[in-house]
């Protein structure tokens, strides 16, 4: 990979990337970790909360505004959806959907991105948020919330956000043993869902951090439509598929590579549907378990298996000798045509960010990597997203900015430029 650009997102831990097209400009929607730092737009010191950045060009990237987080500073997730793609919502509109902190959810009108303002809370009074989804044709929004009363800090708030002013509550979902009044053992805590909407009519979750990973294939529509209290049966009915990852390894994303077209053992072209499920990596060196990627097919629902796994090898560039976390944390997350089921882009802490072409999912290889500068500071390269342009995005936990790159040569070939 090359570098085409770089921002220093005024030295404060990024998150999650989101890059949207809108008004033929490219504008990227930085979800922040926990701090503060002076926005030089304003001089004024701010809670870190949400950064929009054009990307236009990509050598040239342009704070355009920063909207503030909670005291104490953070707001981790972004996802963003046009009016015009949303059923009930000014058409003439953008929305950008974040949490704030850990304890609400909330939309903002960027149609202008210098001067966004907020249109609604969608649910707070939270201990808990992460990585949520919005679906923009249906306005279906999945929340990462944590629910006083649930026996967790994250399972799932759905509700109808296909007009962003006016939220509509759906339900309450997460893994039996985690709704209020029930007993035993907890489930572990939901990182992220995907949603592969009506067309799909799957929703995939991935619970789990470095440990306890489960992934969990769910029917939407009976998800939406099913019965709303959260008992035991209800949280079954619309359960398509369960697959428990060793005990050693989680779930932080699980991302839905549906209908690849795979060479069967007498030579015949097949299509199965697959999950990458990407692990995190809590810990500093090379001890223990190392987090990786399972190519999870997913083809018979009810009895998921592993095709395949892949794990970065550490020894070239001595890895293990670095600082800073080593393994895997989370993959991109676009359906971008250029490289669904294609090129998948794996976030790597210490080590940067890695190339898998999954084009044959029972032997994904790595086809490239760029591991930030840290100029003496420790890399840790949190989350990876795509555009529909190709560029490539990365953000670094812990004040290292934001790196636009470019697949060049060999690697580019793998992918479905036009």
């Not at 919330?145 to 007009?163: E, H, K, N, Y």
């Not at 019965?227 to 699980?254: C, S, V």
């Amino acid at each position: 990979m090359a570098l085409a650009g770089f921002h220093d997102l005024q030295g404060r831990g990024a998150y999650q990337p989101v890059i949207h097209e809108q008004g033929g400009r490219w504008i990227a929607y930085v979800g922040l970790h926990s701090g503060s730092a002076t926005n030089q737009l304003t001089g004024a010191r701010e809670d870190n909360g949400t950064l929009l950045i054009d990307v236009t060009d990509p050598a040239k990237p342009a704070t355009l505004h920063h909207i503030s987080g909670p005291a104490g500073g953070e707001a981790q997730m972004v996802r963003v959806c046009n009016g015009r793609e949303l059923p009930r919502a000014a058409r003439d509109r953008v929305y950008l959907l974040r949490s704030f902190g850990h304890s609400a959810h909330e939309v903002w009108d960027v149609t202008l991105p210098g001067t966004p303002q907020r249109v609604s809370v969608v649910s707070e009074g939270l201990r808990g948020t992460h990585k949520s989804w919005w679906e923009c044709d249906t306005g279906i929004a999945y929340l990462v919330s944590g629910v006083p009363g649930w026996r967790t800090s994250r399972m799932t708030q759905i509700f109808d956000l296909a007009d962003p002013r006016k939220p509509l509550h759906i339900r309450d979902y997460g893994l039996p043993g985690q709704e209020p009044g029930a007993a035993g053992g907890v489930p572990t805590g939901l990182h992220g869902p995907v949603s592969t909407g009506p067309a799909g009519n799957r929703v995939y979750f991935g619970h789990g951090t470095s440990s306890g990973g489960i992934l969990q294939i769910v029917d939407r529509e009976k998800l939406l439509q099913g019965a709303k209290p959260p008992t035991r049966a209800n949280l079954l009915a619309p359960q398509a598929g369960r697959f428990d990852l060793d005990p050693n390894y989680g779930a932080h994303t699980a991302f839905p590579l549906t209908g690849m077209m795979v060479q069967g053992a007498d030579g015949r072209t097949l299509k199965r549907d697959f999950v990458a499920v990407t692990n995190e990596a809590l810990a500093d060196g090379c001890g223990g378990a190392q987090q990786k990627v399972w190519m999870i097919d997913v083809s018979d629902e009810s009895k998921p298996k592993v095709a395949s796994t892949w794990a970065f090898d550490p020894k070239p560039g001595n890895f293990c000798a670095r600082p800073g976390r080593i393994g895997a944390h989370a993959s991109n997350e676009s359906f971008s045509d250029i490289y669904y089921r294609r090129i998948l882009f794996i976030a790597h802490f210490n080590a940067g960010v890695r190339a898998l072409d999954i084009r044959d999912p029972y032997r994904p290889r790595e086809i490239a990597h760029y591991v930030p500068d840290g100029g003496g500071r420790v890399v840790t390269t949190n989350n990876v997203e795509v555009d529909d342009r190709g560029y490539i995005y990365i953000v670094d936990r812990h004040g290292l900015g934001m790196h636009i790159l470019q697949l060049t040569g060999a690697a580019r070939k793998a992918a479905n430029f036009r």
